[in-house]
C-alpha cells in the first residue's frame, strides 16, 4: 500500500491554465505538505496544513492555493500557470508538526509550456 | 533566520570506501536535524534524525551521523559504501524554539560511489 500518494505523476499544460494535484496519506498523520523541487533538485516548503488548519505558508504567489478537505488529504490548486511553475512539487505529511519525520509522495512533474 | 549548507554539490567515492556527505546549520535554540535520501525519479526517503541525547545517531542502510553542537555541524557518514547509495542526500533543520514549525532542507548533495 503506498503511504503518501499523488496524481497526477505527470502534468503538462499551457501558460495560463488552471491546474490541480491531489495528494492522499493513509499513515493516519495530523500534519501534509507541499514542496517545491526546482530544476537544480533545490527543495523549498509552500504549505503546510494540521489537522485541517493552514499552519505554514511561505510566500508562495497566491495563484497556489492548497485545500485539506480531510486529515488524510491535501491539494494544490494552481491558477494561471506560468513558465516559472514548472518543477516537481512533492506532497508529504508526518505524525505532528513539531518537526516529525516526512513521508513524501513520488512526487508530481509539472510542466508548463 | 535558520539556515542549512551543504558545502558539497557533488561528493565521489569508490566502492567499500568510507563516505562523509557534509552538513552545517544555522538557527537558534536546539534545532531538530533530519538526512533525507533522493533516488532518481522518486521522493524523498528519511534516513536518520537527531532530537537531544548521543552525538552519535546511527540511521538506515548503515548509514549514520555525528552531531557537532560546537561546529553546528551534522555530517552523514557510512563505513563501507555501496554503488546502490548513490543518490542525491539532503539535510534538513526544524527549529524548535519560536514556534516557528518550518523546516529548512540544504541544497542536496549528489553522492556518485563507484564500482
Known amino acids: 500500500d503506498t503511504a503518501v500518494s499523488q496524481t497526477p505523476k505527470y502534468l503538462v499544460t499551457q501558460m495560463g491554465n488552471d491546474k490541480s494535484i491531489k495528494c492522499e496519506q493513509n499513515l493516519g498523520h495530523d500534519t501534509m505538505y507541499w514542496y517545491k523541487q526546482d530544476s537544480k533538485k533545490f527543495l523549498k516548503i509552500m504549505f503546510s496544513y494540521n489537522n485541517k488548519e493552514l499552519i505554514i505558508n511561505e510566500t508562495v504567489p497566491n495563484r497556489f492555493s492548497p485545500k485539506s478537505p480531510d486529515k488524510a488529504h491535501l491539494n494544490l490548486h494552481i491558477n494561471s500557470l506560468e513558465l516559472g511553475d514548472s518543477a516537481v512539487y512533492f506532497c508529504?505529511?508526518?505524525?505532528?508538526?513539531?518537526?516529525?519525520?516526512?513521508?513524501f509522495g513520488p512526487g508530481t512533474r509539472l510542466t508548463v509550456l | 533566520a535558520q539556515s542549512v549548507a551543504q558545502p558539497e554539490d557533488q561528493v565521489n567515492v569508490a566502492e567499500g570506501n568510507p563516505l562523509t556527505v557534509k552538513c552545517t546549520y544555522s538557527?537558534?535554540?536546539?534545532?531538530?536535524l533530519f538526512w533525507y535520501v533522493q533516488y532518481p525519479n522518486r521522493g524523498l526517503q528519511f534516513l536518520l534524525k537527531?532530537?537531544?541525547?548521543?552525538?552519535l545517531v546511527k540511521g538506515s542502510y548503515g548509514f549514520e551521523a555525528e552531531f557537532n553542537k560546537s561546529q553546528t555541524s551534522f555530517h552523514l557518514k557510512k563505513p563501507s559504501a555501496l554503488v546502490s547509495d548513490s543518490a542525491l542526500y539532503f539535510c534538513a533543520v526544524y527549529p524548535t524554539s519560536g514556534g516557528s514549525y518550518i523546516p529548512t532542507f540544504g541544497r542536496g548533495t549528489s553522492l556518485i560511489v563507484h564500482p
Open positions: 537527531y532530537i537531544t541525547g548521543d552525538n
Open positions: 538557527v537558534s535554540g536546539n534545532p531538530y
Open positions: 508529504a505529511s508526518s505524525p505532528g508538526a513539531g518537526g516529525d519525520t516526512q513521508y
